[in-house]
């Protein structure tokens, strides 16, 4: 029995969008959901009691920044990820491979692993699949990721065929190194680059190892979204569909609703709390850019439409007034505003799917947000 299941409860009936549940040792996951990230044990600016309040039921930490620093071995000793971050709700982690591969010139790929130097004082180590895992083991989230290549882009049709070859070996090592199937479960990550047969050996090869769950990786890595949506047409096809589908990376609220529409089922992305730290944030009628002199004298809500709390208590000349004067609250209020606004997102998408009006509500979302 693995450590988590997924139930299909609806299916819109002119999309591939679809309404679900993950169930986890730490709770239950209303799909499709936005994971919010929380790289090195924090989702930036926000306290976890904070993210409950507003329904988070899973984030993302990674492996590559807690293996660096504090260690997975400290992580482990108190207690795992989720008693070190009080965090007793779900959480997948990433398995370090895009952040090392995002190191360029500081790392050497080989069968074996990656040799790379650390960001943080240039120690250099070495990543394998089995080390991956045994940092993620010693974490204790719900959900791991294989260790696997993303691919840049635009990248040659060798340079994707070896790579994606390669993730499916380094996958197949992942899987003998799991030891605690009964409480975690191994994801597989589809690769391929922007080849659509590419994508298809992929998926032949990690599907066979019957998985818990699958993502789709190697997309939002600066290709066109066009690109990303054909590419993406083909691959949620190629996936399990009693199994969750994962889309790695991506988080504009476009992005989201096309994701949704081809049959995606898990989201995770840095944006609206990066974004939210450089004083932007998602509206319902888009993008504020609260730096703006136009917002110094505006007494409303970043969204009249916003339930949240900033929108609740606080106008835009204040969170202006926040971020020019480099107040740390600019950060907190203004991440709070956009997670809160990705989770409201995609709870109005669930109920769309599960009303038959999932293309309206795209429609409609769409014509008063525009691109972002």
Known sequence: MPAITYQLRKEDNRTRARRGQVTTPHGTIQTPVFMPVGTAATV?????????????????????????????????????????????RAILTDSGGFQVFSLGAMRKISEEGVIFQSHVDGSTHLLTPEKSIEIQEALGSDI??????????????????????????????????????????????????????????????????????YAIGGLSVGEPKPIMYEILDSCTELLPKEKPRYLMGVGSPD??????????????????????????????????????????????????????ETCQ???RAYLRHLYKSGEILSSILMTQHNIHFLLQLMSDI???????????????????YGEV
């Open 44 to 88: 930036k600016a926000m306290k976890p009691e904070t993210l409950k309040d507003m329904g988070a039921s899973i984030i993302l930490s990674n492996t590559y920044h807690l293996y660096l620093r504090p260690g997975h071995d400290i992580i482990q000793e108190a207690g795992g990820l989720h008693r070190f971050m009080n965090w007793d």
């Open 144 to 213: 791991m990721m294989a260790f696997d290549e993303c691919a840049p882009y635009p990248a040659d049709r060798k340079y994707v065929k070896d790579s994606l070859e390669r993730t499916t070996r380094w996958l197949q090592r992942c899987v003998i190194s799991q030891s605690n199937t009964n409480v975690q479960s191994l994801f597989g990550i589809m690769q391929g680059g922007m080849y659509a047969d590419l994508r298809k050996e992929s998926a032949m090869q990690i599907c066979e190892l019957d998985l818990p769950g």
């Open 255 to 308: 992005c989201l609703l096309e994701g949704v529409e081809r049959g995606i089922d898990m989201f995770d992305c840095v944006l609206p709390t990066r974004i939210a730290r450089h004083g932007l944030a998602m509206t319902s009628t888009g993008k504020v850019n609260i730096k703006n002199k136009q917002y110094q004298r505006d007494f409303q809500p970043l969204d009249l439409e916003c339930t949240c």
């Open 313 to 315: 208590k606080y106008s």
């Open 350 to 368: 669930r109920q769309a799917i599960e009303e038959d009006r999932f293309l309206e509500y795209k429609k409609s979302f769409l014509a008063k």
